[in-house]
């Protein structure tokens, strides 16, 4: 069976009925995309790898009594970001504020005047965008990572976030808008500074 051309629902009823290169097939495509979506959400690298991992080793535990699926990415993205809202559920009630230095879905807000004073100092337009990446909520981050990222279309982030097609597209363009609002500013500010 060659797996590349083949469709999902073809491949997952094969990964479920036990089909090892299946699963090998599904685990090596996912693997690096999920550890990155993970980490997007948490910020903690080793709960990141610790989820996908977790989520991997479940799929395969429990692959017959798995439903099916006619798009194993969704299902996947699914699947990891209720793990890591769950653990960070737990970490967050077991770890004091005071005491953690995990950060809670993307961490600390940037606060717009530090985003100014640093992008004097910042060059290049990756800097730019990760600072105005840190003004959106992190259902924004979520989502923007998604669709820019992930490669995910609208439909498919509203199945993994559980959302409207509507709501996502809204929250996806109010997003953008910020980001581009944010990146205006600092742009203009360092061409004042040259």
Not at 5 to 33: C, L, S
Not at 66 to 81: C, E, F, K, P
Not at 127 to 152: C, D, P, V, W
Request: aromatic residues 8%; charged residues 30%.
């Amino acid at each position: 069976m060659h797996l590349e051309n083949t469709k999902d629902t073809e491949i997952w009823d094969a990964f479920r009925a036990g089909n090892e290169p299946a699963f090998i097939f599904i685990r090596e495509k996912y693997v690096r995309p999920l550890y990155r979506y993970a980490f997007r959400l948490c910020q903690n690298p080793d709960l990141a790898r610790e989820a996908t991992a977790d989520l991997l080793t479940d799929l395969w535990i429990k692959r017959e009594r798995l439903g099916a699926t006619n798009n194993i990415g969704n299902y996947l993205y699914m699947s990891l970001r209720r793990r890591v809202v769950d653990e960070i559920t737990i970490r967050k009630r077991y770890v004091s504020s005071e005491d953690s230095d995990f950060e809670i879905l993307g961490g600390e807000q940037a606060h717009p005047e530090k985003i100014i004073t640093d992008s004097e100092e910042q060059e290049g337009l990756e800097n730019m965008i990760n600072r105005a990446l840190g003004t959106i909520s992190e259902r924004q981050r979520e989502a923007i990572h998604l669709k820019f990222y992930a490669g995910k279309d609208y439909k498919e982030i509203s199945e993994i976030m559980g959302l409207s097609s509507q709501s996502t597209y809204n929250l996806i363009h109010r997003a953008l808008k910020a980001m581009r609002d944010v990146i205006k500013v600092v742009s203009i500010l360092i061409m004042l500074s040259v």
